[in-house]
């Protein structure tokens, strides 16, 4: 595979009155931010990034990857069931996956049952350090709100690879509106993304 850096960038304007009452609660805060907008749009990316116009290739885009559909209706056991019988099929580790599941399905998830009339919920609820929210039939299971609702991946993401060129850089533009003394923290990052091996993924889908 051969990668190329994608720039991603955030301007964040920090006003004269915020700097005078900044604590080192505020710079947390700040910090937070940064990392979170920057983590928001690495998912978004990798998941479901377009290829075209300076957006990475997300991994529901990459052709070859396997797919299961239900035919319109809610997905259920069956179709997490089916998927790991193809991702089986291609010769993947079945003992490495993981699911990422749209945030907006969590309650879904949990509530529905794998077996009719039985304490069996498809989700099991545990939130754990590391965005891991429950397991599925024994996998980790990560919510996201970059998937729309009704559509889940799961896969061995040991077949995902993810550059950076230099990491995250910072700086500070004490002249981004000079006239109402309103600074910014400016900053940019460069990265990639590509599946290595399609068959390693399969997409779970309601249409």
């Known amino acids: 595979k051969t990668l190329s850096p ?3 960038a955030d301007v964040i304007p920090l006003s004269y009155g915020f700097l005078q009452q900044s604590t080192p609660d505020v710079e947390s805060y700040v910090r ?26 997300g991994i529901l885009g990459t052709s070859g990857i396997n797919s299961v559909s ?16 193809e991702l089986g099929a291609d010769n993947v580790d079945l003992t490495n996956l993981s699911f990422i599941v749209p945030s907006s399905n969590v309650d879904n998830l949990a509530s529905t049952v794998k077996f009719t009339s039985t304490a069996s919920p498809l989700l099991d609820l545990k939130a ?9 039939m024994g996998y980790p299971v990560y919510a996201t709100s970059q998937l729309t609702a009704d559509n889940y991946l799961v896969g061995d993401f040991s077949h995902l690879a993810v550059a950076n060129w230099g ?3 910072i700086s500070k533009n004490d002249f981004y509106d000079d006239r109402r003394f309103i600074c910014s923290i400016n900053a940019i990052m460069s990265f990639d993304s590509a599946v290595l091996q399609p068959t390693a993924f399969c997409k779970i889908t309601k249409a």
């Open 6 to 8: 994608t720039r991603i």
């Open 32 to 57: 937070r931010l940064i990392a979170q907008t920057f983590a928001g749009e690495m998912d978004s990316q990798i998941l479901t990034g377009s290829g075209t116009g300076g957006n990475v290739q």
């Open 70 to 85: 239900n035919g319109g209706t809610e997905v259920d056991y069956d179709n997490f069931l089916s998927a790991l019988s």
């Open 128 to 136: 754990e350090q590391g965005g891991k929210i429950g397991e599925i």
């Open 167 to 169: 990491g995250l850089e």
